[in-house]
Structures are given as C-alpha cells and as structure tokens.
C-alpha cells in the first residue's frame, strides 16, 4: 500500500514515518533524507542542493520529482511505500499521481505553537537520521543516537530563519495540497499534536484498518 505522510515541518512526517515502516515492513522514503545524505557525502546533487535547503527554500520540482521516480522504480518499492516530505508542491502532487498514484494521505495536523516548540528542540542523528527532541523525545545519553551511536546534531535549516521561511512555503505552497488530496479522497487526518507515543498509537490503529481494507 502506498502512504503519503502529509503536514507542516515538524508535525512528525520523520518520526510515524519511521515507526511505519519498521510496523508494516514498508520502505520509508524520505526526499529530505536523501537530500542530506548527498549533502553529507558531498556528491554532485548534494552540492546543488545544499544552498536552498540550508536557507529553508524548496529544491526545484524537476529535481525532486526526477529523484523520486527513480526512486519508486526501485524493487523494493514496489509492494508499496511511506513518502515523507514529497509532494510539497501541486506539481509534484500531479507529478505523484501520473506515475504511482497514492493509496491515503497521512495528514498529521499540528498547530503552528507545536511546529515552533518542537523545530527548536530537534536534533538528528548524523549516522542514521533518525529525529529527537532535548525535551520531548531526549535520547537515553545526551547527543548519542539510541539506534547506531551516531552523533547529533542540529539541522542547518532548523535555525530561526530558515524555520521562518519554511512555514512561509508551507504555507503558500504545500498547504493547498491538503484540498487536493481531499478531493481525491485519499485524506485520511491524523491528530499530530501528542507525543510520539500517542500519535503512533492512533495512527497505527488508523494504518492497519486501512490495510487490513485493501486486503478484504
Ligand atoms: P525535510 O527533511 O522533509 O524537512 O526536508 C528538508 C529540506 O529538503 C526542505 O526544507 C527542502 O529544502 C528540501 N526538500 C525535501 N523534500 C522536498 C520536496 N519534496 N520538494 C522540494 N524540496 C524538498
């Protein structure tokens, strides 16, 4: 089955994206991951895409939308997937639906004092990428991964500016995919605003019934 994980950043599109995948067996696909994976080994994408993002601007569409194509055409996707950060704009939604349409659209709604509380407490892990909070979320010791002992660190793009400006193209630019995909009616909203714990508990519950649909 094939998810989209919708919604502001930090409303936790990484995180349920990542628990997602290790409960359904499903490959969790995430542009802004690849983007900093290529940035953190300095290929020839990553050095294009490194001054946008560390302003908090949005990669151009061909790029992104090329990367993910190629991307889903990878065997592992095709028994399905968990998309997290793609599509941000209407033309990668459209893009989206030409070539490997979703099934449902996680949208995880979070209120704008959520979003700013948990950006500036976010750290992530340099080796795995996985996310956490110095309040909500601190890993087991200070600045270690819990997972593979990577250090971390705080996103470029998690600085007041660049948060700023992220909203700003939330906002304007990737928000009106919410009626898009309501039309469509694959929108399936989500209460984002609990912690990790709680939000995962609910969406679990929301994902199996929605598998548990497609194979009745
Ligand atoms: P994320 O980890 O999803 O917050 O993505 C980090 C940054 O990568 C974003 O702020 C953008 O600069 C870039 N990025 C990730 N996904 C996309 C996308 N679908 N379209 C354009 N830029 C993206």
Redesign the pocket.
């Known amino acids: 089955m094939k998810f989209v994980f919708f919604g502001a ?1 930090g409303a936790g599109k ?1 995180t349920m994206a990542a628990r997602a995948a290790e409960a359904f067996g499903l490959p969790h696909i ?4 690849i ?1 900093r994976g290529a940035m953190r080994e300095g290929t020839p994408l990553g050095l294009r895409v490194k001054a ?2 560390e302003s ?4 151009s569409d061909e790029l ?1 939308i090329g990367l993910v194509r190629e991307r889903l055409a990878k065997p592992d996707a095709a028994k399905g997937w968990l998309l ?6 209407m033309a ?1 939604a459209e893009a989206l639906v030409s070539f490997c349409p979703e099934d449902h659209v996680i949208d995880l709604e979070v209120s704008d004092a959520k979003v700013l509380e948990r950006l500036s407490g976010r750290r992530m892990c340099r080796g795995c990428g996985r996310s956490f909070h110095t309040v909500f979320m601190p890993p087991k010791k200070p600045d270690v991964c819990d997972d593979c002992g990577g250090e971390l660190y705080i996103r470029n ?1 998690d600085s007041v500016d660049s948060v700023r400006t ?1 909203l700003e193209n939330y906002r304007v630019q990737t928000s009106p995919l919410e009626a898009y995909y309501r039309k469509r009616g694959t929108l399936v909203p989500v209460d984002g605003e609990g912690s990790a714990d709680e939000v995962w508990s609910v969406l679990r519950g929301v994902m199996e019934r929605l598998i548990a649909g497609e194979k009745a």
């Open positions: 950043p990484g995430s542009t802004g991951e983007f946008v993002i908090g601007g949005l990669v992104t997290d950060g793609f599509p941000r704009t990668q793009d992220r």
